[in-house]
T-cell receptor
Framework: DAGVTQSPTHLIKTRGQHVTLRCSPI?????VSWYQQVLGQGPQFIFQ???????GRGNFPDRFSARQFPNYSSELNVNALLLGDSALYLC????????????FGPGTRLTVT | DQQVKQNSPSLSVQEGRISILNCDYT??????FLWYKKYPAEGPTFLIS?????DKNEDGRFTVFLNKSAKHLSLHIVPSQPGDSAVYFC????????????FGKGTRLSVIA
């Protein structure tokens, strides 16, 4: 079975630009969560989606947005990029009945210059 | 305010010996705990978990112990192998509220041959 997939693997953007990151969950999983991991820190929760609806949001500015599609894949969008947005962005999928058991994708490494 | 703390940034252990990684939490609502292992350039991989109704869970070389009164958990790896060298994250969740995972900062384990 395929695990969680994310694209792209790496991305370099300039300050002020926007970026879209993509995630496909494990087959059968309907909940997707996004996390940001900066160097030296643990992953920090950004969003959780289930059935195309936002079910949770972490302490991130409105420049961050996300959506979930009917096939349960998801996009994370970040506008007006700042240098501090440079991080590894992780997508995790889970079943809705067990959202505490999350399985992570390989991540997208975003570098903002 | 860090709700999940891993106070040892790094740990070095000889091959064949026991590795003990520690984690403390402050939120009494947490009732499910997980350990993830992360290699560079990869997403976190689920290792082992424990529910608050248990005080021990074992899976092969990996055992997690939970002391609820002390709000402390530990991961034991016996025997340690060079392939265990990675960053280990402790994570916690309040299952009843479908809350997202809250991670510690991680502990880098180096197993020396």
């Amino acid at each position: 079975d395929a695990g969680v997939t994310q694209s792209p693997t790496h991305l370099i953007k300039t300050r002020g630009q926007h970026v879209t990151l993509r995630c496909s969950p494990i087959s059968g999983h309907k909940s997707v969560s996004w996390y940001q991991q900066v160097l030296g820190q643990g992953p920090q929760f950004i969003f959780q989606y289930y059935e195309k609806e936002e079910r949770g949001r972490g302490n991130f500015p409105d420049r961050f947005s996300a959506r979930q599609f009917p096939n349960y894949s998801s996009e994370l969008n970040v506008n007006a990029l700042l240098l501090g947005d440079s991080a590894l962005y992780l997508c995790a999928s889970s079943s809705w009945t067990a959202t505490y058991e999350q399985y992570f994708g390989p991540g997208t490494r975003l570098t903002v210059t | 305010d860090q709700q999940v703390k891993q106070n040892s940034p790094s740990l070095s252990v000889q091959e064949g010996r026991i590795s003990i990684l520690n984690c403390d939490y402050t939120n009494s609502m947490f009732d499910y705990f997980l350990w993830y292992k992360k290699y560079p350039a990869e997403g976190p991989t689920f290792l082992i978990s424990i529910s608050s109704i248990k005080d021990k869970n074992e899976d092969g070389r990996f055992t997690v112990f939970l002391n609820k009164s002390a709000k402390h958990l530990s991961l034991h790896i016996v025997p340690s192998q060079p392939g265990d060298s990675a960053v280990y994250f402790c994570a916690a969740s309040a299952r009843s509220g479908n809350t997202p995972l809250v991670f510690g900062k991680g502990t880098r384990l180096s197993v020396i041959a």
